[in-house]
């Protein structure tokens, strides 16, 4: 009998955290679940600590040699045996009730094929972490995605049939960014949640293929953009050239904190933030609201990050918008619901 759960574990040179997220797993309070452990050509001892291990849900996987990262998805995507598939990395830690929580959602609500939640990042203990909050509802999280990616990739389930049906696969031209590409395509096919509880504690590491791609500058915008017009496609919002290269801005907190106001002036910014929310509202008529809160948030970063290099008229007129009040709002309430 099939188990539930397949889930994904790629390993490349993984020695150093890979017992620790195996355990994780392991200590799931569900339990019917595979382990696909797939190990990428490694030359360090990840082959013996999987080996070490006496769990029949353990399918260890070996490539006869280095496919990356995205081929080794797909690898496992195509051998997985689950109704749901399951993401998992070598080097983060899973909540032990993550997997009941998500099948317990999944089974109840149908009409949704992905699911996932906020995480907490940290570089070295766990006890010192940043909570990266991301949207809840269905709405929300596609009013974010065109800015980046609405889910994290490691607490990722989602169902195995729509995947395979449709063959929905990572994409090596969106290398670095192909996850981020794949959610988008596969909002097409249902609906999406986030809890709002974080199910995973995210090892942020200088190895990271998030780190890594943040390296290849030009490559990544281009890849980051490309994902954004599909997005603002699939949601039939047209822009110009102009207002991309600013969406494109947006979806990272380094480049907000150094925008050229000369190239985006504030007259702008309030005419896009203006034309987005118009754009929005005319696609979900009978969620203003969340429109509101999720560009709310999204403009409060212009206005926190650039404080300290705007005049004050500017800094003014910045914040007298009512997009402030939401982004503040957003905030308080992300507060209040992750106490």
């Known amino acids: ?189 249902g609906k999406g949640y986030n809890f709002r509880m974080p199910l995973l504690y995210y090892r942020d590491t200088p190895n990271s293929q998030t780190n890594i791609g943040a390296g290849q500058i030009e490559q990544r915008k281009r890849t980051i953009s490309n994902i954004q017009q599909l997005a603002l496609q699939q949601q039939n919002i047209v822009l110009n050239q102009k207002e991309l290269d600013f969406i494109y801005i947006l979806s990272l907190s380094d480049k907000i904190r150094n925008i050229s106001f000369e190239d985006f002036s504030v007259d702008f910014i309030l005419s896009f933030f203006k034309k987005l929310s118009l754009e929005l509202k005319s696609n979900y008529p009978n969620n203003e609201f969340n429109v509101n809160r999720v560009l709310g948030k999204r403009y409060l970063k212009i206005l926190l990050f650039n404080l300290k290099r705007l005049p004050f008229t500017h800094v003014m007129k910045l914040a007298l918008s009512k997009s402030t009040f939401f982004g503040i709002y957003e905030l308080i309430n992300e507060k209040i619901g992750n106490k």
């Open 1 to 189: 009998m099939n188990p539930k759960i397949s889930v994904i574990l790629p390993a490349y040179n993984a020695e150093q955290y890979l017992r620790t997220a195996v355990d994780s797993i392991l200590a799931q309070s569900f339990k019917d679940f595979e382990l696909l452990v797939i190990n990428d050509g490694s030359t360090d001892f990840t082959k013996e600590i999987i080996l070490s291990y006496n769990d029949e849900r353990i399918r260890y996987i070996e490539n006869e040699k280095n496919l990356g990262l995205i081929d080794t998805l797909n690898k496992g995507i195509l051998l997985s045996k689950g109704e749901y598939i399951a993401r998992m990395d070598a080097d983060d830690i899973c909540h032990s009730s993550r997997f009941q929580m998500q099948i317990d959602f999944m089974e109840k609500n149908p009409e949704y094929i992905i699911c996932s939640s906020s995480r907490k990042e940290f570089a070295h203990s766990i006890s010192h972490f940043h909570l990266s909050v991301l949207p809840v509802d269905d709405t929300s999280i596609r009013i974010h995605s065109i800015f980046s990616t609405p889910f994290t990739h490691p607490a990722v389930m989602f169902r195995a049939g729509i995947i395979k049906e449709n063959n929905l696969f990572f994409e090596k031209d969106y290398k670095y960014a192909e996850d981020y590409q794949l959610w988008i395509k596969i909002l097409q096919y």
